[in-house]
């Protein structure tokens, strides 16, 4: 059961530029969402998350928005690195506490300089 | 380097044979997990032990599967009878009780 999806397979864009990643989800008990990069070879890791209690959560380059309703979140970077290159996945789970995470298939961002 | 370890790093077996996977948590971590990833998916949560008490199983968990955390601190997770269908990234994690899941890099099996 799919219950987080990422429906974009790959993004591709220029250096400088920002890139949105976007996840959408299925579970309306989903009160916790994070997002995960992945280079080859490497187990996935931590970037950003946020709370259903916000809609903003802010890091550097990085930006995650929330959308309850529409239930889907977005990550934005920016400006976008070749450094970011790599799989970024969506995840959620009910608790803080992320026991059981759903994960999304993943987007594989390319950066181009 | 203080972060999640996993041995072997590759696996290649025959069907039919037992394979053992063992992951190595972040030292002070209380909690560990273990996914899996096939091509082209997310990590699939397979079950999670606090301590060393295996709280969660997901039913991907066939009984051919089977995950120890003997003394709370490493783990290691079996697949008996492997079939081809095994063949996958199987990513260890761990946390605090609150906290944010930090990955080893995987393990690859290849099952023949």
């Known amino acids: 059961d799919q219950q987080v999806k990422q429906n974009s397979p790959s993004l591709s864009v220029q250096e400088g530029r920002i890139s949105i990643l976007n996840c959408d989800y299925t579970n309306s008990m989903f009160d916790y969402f994070l997002w995960y990069k992945k280079y080859p070879a490497e187990g996935p890791t931590f970037l950003i998350s946020?709370?259903?209690?916000?809609d903003k959560n802010e890091d550097g380059r990085f930006t995650v928005f929330l959308n309850k309703s529409a239930k889907h979140l977005s990550l934005h970077i920016v400006p976008s690195q070749p450094g970011d290159s790599a799989v970024y996945f969506c995840a959620a789970s009910e608790t803080y506490n992320n026991n059981d995470m759903r994960f999304g298939a993943g987007t594989r961002l390319t950066v181009k300089p | 380097d203080t972060g999640v370890s996993q041995d072997p790093r590759h696996k290649i077996t025959k069907r039919g044979q037992n394979v053992t996977f063992r992951c190595d948590p972040i030292?002070?971590?209380?909690?560990l997990y273990w996914y899996r990833q096939t091509l082209g998916q997310g990590p699939e949560f397979l079950t999670y032990f606090q301590n060393e008490a295996q709280l969660e199983k997901s039913r991907l968990l066939s009984d051919r599967f089977s995950a120890e955390r003997p003394k709370g601190s490493f783990s290691t997770l079996e697949i008996q009878r492997t079939e081809q269908g095994d063949s996958a990234m199987y990513l260890c994690?761990?946390?605090?009780?609150?906290?944010?899941?930090?990955f080893g890099p995987g393990t690859r099996l290849t099952v023949l």
């Open positions: 030292s002070e971590h209380n909690r």
């Open positions: 994690a761990s946390s605090l009780s609150n906290g944010v899941q930090f």
């Open positions: 946020i709370s259903s209690i916000k």
